[in-house]
């Protein structure tokens, strides 16, 4: 019944679209004006726009091939990235790359008032924010120690996480916060445009 809805409302508008040619005309436009603007938009900001780093031409990303002979399904495979243990092997054998980092990203709710708030977390090694050339404005960046298991697990807040979640208070550094209900971070603050 819905298909014979359509149909039927698609022969009227064609039939209104005939009968006034001048309006017809202009709404074609407008879809295709509307149509290219949104196309140039999104390939301005995928493939034009430089990203907002130095050096950004230099960056890479590792991915790796899995042939057919070594999957369990016997087709290759290519993976994003790699596991953040073999970064860290890789970070000391290799002469090739100046940095060698490990990112992800993940979704955790902090806690503290009367409800939480959810927030994107992006869990990053230590050598980020010298690849990137870009440093905390209050605070320190991640070290190698960070990256040890059983250490401290130290965040690095974005400028509006910490407008918005400590009112911009530079005794934020140090503080311990919570996500999710458990474990423990220490503060510290990045200047980041979201």
Excluded at 119 to 142: H, N
Excluded at 157 to 165: K, T, V
Excluded at 173 to 185: A, D, K, M
């Amino acid at each position: 019944m819905w298909l014979d809805d359509a149909r039927r409302d698609l022969q009227d508008a064609a039939r209104t679209l005939r009968a006034s040619p001048g309006f017809t005309a202009v709404v074609a436009l407008a879809l295709g004006v509307g149509a290219n603007t949104a196309v140039f938009s999104v390939v301005k900001a995928v493939l034009l726009q430089p990203l907002a780093v130095a050096h950004a031409d230099r960056l890479v990303r590792v991915y790796e091939n899995v042939p057919p002979a070594e999957s369990p399904d016997g087709r290759p495979h290519r993976f994003n990235g790699m596991f953040t243990r073999d970064v860290l092997s890789a970070r000391g054998r290799t002469r090739a790359l100046s940095h060698v980092m490990a990112h992800g990203i993940g979704i955790v709710t902090l806690a503290g008032g009367s409800h939480g708030v959810r927030l994107s977390l992006a869990p990053v090694t230590s050598e980020m924010f010298a690849m990137l050339d870009a440093y905390p404005i209050l605070g320190r960046p991640f070290t190698a120690d960070d990256e040890q298991p059983g250490g401290d697990r130290i965040v690095i807040l974005s400028y509006s996480a910490w407008q918005r979640y400590f009112a911009g208070d530079s005794q934020a550094i140090g503080r311990s916060i919570r996500f999710n209900g458990t474990g423990r971070f220490s503060a510290g603050i990045a200047l980041d445009a979201d």
